[in-house]
């Protein structure tokens, strides 16, 4: 008996072509929604702004001396 294997969708093979992965973060409702205004309040996309504020990090943080780490959970 054959097992059915689940088709992708085309938006899946894309996003896996490019490298694409899906993140959830659970935030305050107050500061996801502060940001979401003052992004469309600033024209920017909430998902570059993420992203840049996120490569940033990364780069001031690479040799782990925690420059700009506002909080360690």
């Known amino acids: 008996m054959p097992t059915e294997q689940k088709k992708k969708r085309p938006q899946d093979r894309w996003n896996e072509k490019n490298g694409l992965v899906s993140v ?3 935030l305050t409702k ?3 929604d502060d940001f979401s205004e003052t992004c469309l ?3 920017v996309s909430k998902k570059s702004q993420l992203e840049k504020m996120m490569v940033d990090f990364v780069l001031r943080n690479q040799d782990g001396t925690e420059i700009g780490l506002i909080e360690k959970d």
């Open 41 to 43: 309040k600033l024209g």
């Open 30 to 32: 107050s500061i996801a």
């Open 24 to 26: 959830s973060y659970k």
